[in-house]
């Protein structure tokens, strides 16, 4: 291999057969070069570093078992007697979607399974996008040079569900024609405008018989090409900013300390994907998912109990069942100007998932306006090193768990024996000081995790060990750390509040004000990392009960 | 026709008119409801009457009064039928346990000969839905019929599944799988707990037949795409994913990455 690596060398020719026909591929296209280039780009080893490429292998497995369901499923709606073999369901009048769904199920060979593969790993390529956006977000890595990454990566993760929604739909069972009604309410109650889109959108009025095939083309083309363009966007952006890494010696803002992609990187990562596929399909052989036959076809007047969401949409459909139709006397409801403004399903329904995905998009932008931090950031934070980004970090994510939850009430009520009604009111409750809460005991918490990494690294690790010194003093001795674990307990920034600062006319304005109170809160209760003077005095005075001597590290902390 | 149109403005014409109403009304009503009203064929002789009456005394009579004719704690039992009884005693759910938002199945109180005395009692006290006869029982009816007619008036609550639901204030539809096919019968006619009555007018015997056919096949087929996860639906379905799939893959990216962390 060692003879492409000089493409630029006309009269080579190589010794072997294959030696040729690679050099003869290469001085046309330059595969070497970018072997090279890629061959040694270095990813920095974490097990939270993976959920990217988790979601990316669900992606894959999404593909290819998707393809293998459009060779039989047929997104027509028009009316049909199911033939198959599925007894319960024989001779029931049924749209050709679900139809040929039940063919997947149990006449195509394989098709059952494939079917499974296909949602498991729906469910799975959606909770890695999340899992890996939390790893992303608690750690900083959003910050200058990655805001736009972030931002294709948030909508990475609305195409993601848009594309699981789309695809839930389609085997037009009561489940999913449920969930469509759902949508339908939603959309009709957007004042105005409402009732038109969903006529637009279903053809005339609900179910129609246009919206499957409509979904189809969209489930199949238009969500998986936009999520393959970002992926690349999104991969691109990776290979120009390179990786992040998490704080260590030797590593900077400047370099990326890991092993290069090729060998070490691409057996790996190669490997990782049989094992996701390996546990998806897994997950397909022994567990059901989706058991279509048991909801029957869709009709629109039948509900059933337990009707949900995928989860990745459970958190709108918990809002929903969270919101009163009335407040006190007030109905949420409302008639004005002889049109009813449906307020009780259009707030829940967009205002909390508008508040989420608002407060996504822009968190690059706000930390970096309150913090004035405009340099490039290659070294992540511990999560307990920004403890306010972790509590706000927290508190959103508490908040969407709150209405997650509400959307499996029903189960929560049955599975506990509790009260329905109870489960409600008490989510409604959280709804509210859930985040509160959750900023507080989260920022307290890194709080005290930063206390601590503080204590070892000045007077370090308690060892178990009880010395009794002759005066019959009991003491615990304390064991140093070695200097790289050190590091990691030191090496972080603890920027402290940014006051006002006059704008170039030398005016501090309203808006300078408002920044400096918003970084006061950011930044005010701090845990300064040990300095070295500080390291110095607690290694000088390194008697044997310096574990109790700690009221030194009590005035550094600011407030 | 001639006495008629002179008799139509006789003063006792409008009260002959009243009375005819109320007549036609009335008796098209006796009719209509009888088609409702079960008849009481299975047999029960005097003596089991009798002993049930006893039995009832010493276990029910607390909160169903003497005589069953209700208390403060229970409602009356006129009229309820030998099928209320039979489900209510043969699931377990009476006597109760404690009062609260609805009575659980719990293992049976009384044996067979005792649950068949205190049927025949409460049957003795007025007429009520009877016991269903066997042939509507056997579970030979229209499964794809008896699964419409189950999403239409049972799944919104008892799941399309049958997997059971949640109601308002801790009561609940329970699960249908393992409830044999006479109790399932008998409370669809006599409408136990919170649940509607399905009477024959609404669901005919054959219908009835049709939904059991559905509820044991669907138990029999169990559920061919491997384990259900409690046949829940999407949440557990979500559940799983987080915690065994994302589990199990945390734990494969730990190990490949365990060398250099």
Redesign the interface.
């Known amino acids: 291999m060692s003879a492409t690596s000089t493409p630029s060398a006309p009269a080579f020719v190589a010794k072997t057969k294959g030696g040729r026909i690679t050099n003869f591929v290469d001085e046309r296209v330059g595969g070497s070069g970018m072997l090279r280039e890629f061959g040694r780009k270095v990813f920095p080893d974490h097990w939270s570093f993976m959920f990217g490429e988790v979601a990316l292998y669900s992606f894959v497995i999404l593909l290819l078992s998707g393809t293998f369901l459009t060779f039989f499923f047929d997104p027509s709606m028009a009316e049909t007697h199911y033939q198959g073999s599925y007894t319960p369901l024989k001779n029931v009048e049924m749209s050709v979607a679900y139809s040929s769904s039940l063919d997947i199920s149990f006449d195509v060979r394989g098709g059952l399974f494939m079917r499974q593969v296909h949602h498991w790993s729906a469910l799975l390529f959606v909770a890695s996008v999340s899992v890996h956006m939390l790893r992303v977000f608690f750690t900083g890595a959003f910050r200058k040079p990655r805001e736009m990454n972030w931002v294709v990566g948030s909508v990475l993760l609305i195409l993601s569900m848009a594309a699981g929604f789309t695809g839930y739909s389609l085997p037009d069972d009561l489940l999913s024609g449920n969930g469509l009604r759902i949508i339908d309410g939603v959309i009709k109650s957007i004042p105005v405008i409402g009732t038109y889109i969903s006529f637009f959108l279903f053809g005339g009025e609900f179910p129609g018989t246009m919206v499957i095939g409509r979904l189809y083309m969209l489930h199949i083309l238009l969500v998986p090409a936009l999520i393959l363009l970002m992926i690349v966007m999104h991969l691109f952006m990776v290979v120009v900013h390179k990786h992040t890494q998490y704080p260590g010696p030797g590593r900077n803002d400047g370099n990326v300390v890991g092993y290069p992609l090729g060998p070490v990187y691409a057996a790996k990562a190669g490997g990782f994907f049989f094992i996701v596929f390996g546990v998806v399909a897994l997950m397909a052989g022994f567990f059901t998912i989706n058991p279509i036959w048991n909801y029957g076809p869709y009709d629109p007047s039948p509900v059933s109990a337990g009707t949900q969401p995928d989860w990745y949409i459970g958190f709108v459909d918990g809002a929903l069942r969270l919101m009163p139709g009335t407040i006190g006397n007030w109905s949420v409801e409302q008639v004005w100007f002889g049109q009813v403004f449906s307020f009780n399903v259009l707030l829940p329904a967009l205002v909390p998932a508008g508040i989420l995905f608002t407060v996504m998009f822009m968190y690059p932008w706000i930390e970096r306006w309150i913090t004035k931090d405009g340099r490039e950031h290659h070294v992540l934070d511990r999560p307990r090193n920004a403890p306010t980004r972790t509590a706000i970090g927290m508190a959103g994510f508490v908040w969407y768990c709150v209405m997650w939850a509400a959307a499996g009430s029903d189960l929560i009520a049955t599975h506990f024996h509790v009260s329905l009604n109870d489960v409600t009111y008490w989510l409604r409750a959280l709804f509210f000081i859930g985040p509160v809460i959750a900023f507080i005991v989260t920022k307290r918490v890194a709080l005290a995790l930063q206390r601590k990494d503080r204590e070892i690294a000045l007077h370090g690790r308690e060892t178990g060990r009880i010395v009794r010194l002759p005066h019959g003093e009991f003491i615990e001795v304390h064991a140093p750390l070695d200097e790289y674990k050190r590091y990691k307990l030191v090496g972080f920034e603890s920027p402290s509040p940014l006051p006002a600062e006059p704008n170039a006319n030398g005016v501090v304005d309203k808006k300078e004000k408002r920044r400096a109170k918003l970084s006061q809160w950011f930044f005010e209760d701090r845990v300064a990392p040990a300095t070295p003077a500080e390291l110095e005095a607690a290694h000088g005075h390194h008697g044997a009960h310096e574990a109790i001597e700690s009221g030194d590290t009590q005035k550094t902390l600011s407030r | 026709m001639k006495a008629l149109s002179q008799k139509r403005r006789h003063p006792l014409a409008a009260i002959a008119l009243l009375l005819m109403g109320l007549l036609v009304t009335g008796g098209l009503y006796a009719v209509a409801t009888t088609v409702n009203q079960a008849k009481a064929t299975t047999s029960f002789s005097a003596n089991d009457a009798e002993e049930g009456g006893k039995l009832f005394a010493a276990n029910c009579a607390t909160c169903h009064g003497m005589g069953a004719s209700g208390s403060q704690d229970g409602p009356s039992l006129v009229g309820v039928g030998a099928a209320a009884v039979d489900f209510q005693v043969g699931t377990g759910r009476m006597p109760m346990q404690m009062n609260g938002?609805q009575a659980y199945k719990k293992p049976a109180q009384f044996n067979e000969e005792q649950t068949h005395q205190l049927s025949a009692y409460v049957a003795s006290l007025g007429p009520g839905p009877s016991i269903p006869e066997a042939h509507v029982l056997d579970g030979q009816g229209d499964?794809?019929n008896?699964?419409?007619l189950f999403?239409?008036n049972c799944?919104?609550?008892?799941?399309?599944?049958a997997?059971?639901?949640?109601?308002?204030?801790?009561k609940?539809?329970p699960a249908l799988s393992g409830v044999s096919e006479k109790h399932i019968y008998e409370a669809m006619v006599t409408g136990p707990q919170n649940m509607p009555v399905f009477s024959d007018s609404n669901v005919g015997p054959e219908g009835k037949r049709d939904i059991i056919t559905?509820l044991k096949?669907?138990e029999a087929?169990g559920?061919?795409?491997?384990?259900?996860?409690g046949?829940?639906?999407?949440?557990?379905?979500?559940?799983?994913?987080?915690i065994?799939?994302?589990g199990?893959?945390?734990a494969?990216?730990?190990w490949?990455?365990s060398?250099?962390?």
């Open positions: 938002p499964a794809a008896g699964g419409e999403r239409v799944a919104m609550c008892h799941n399309a599944a997997a059971g639901g949640a109601l308002t204030r801790g609940f539809a559905f096949q669907i087929n559920s061919p795409g491997g384990a259900d996860l046949a829940l639906g999407p949440v557990s379905e979500g559940l799983f994913v987080w065994a799939g994302l199990v893959i945390i494969f990216t730990i490949l990455t060398r250099t962390s």
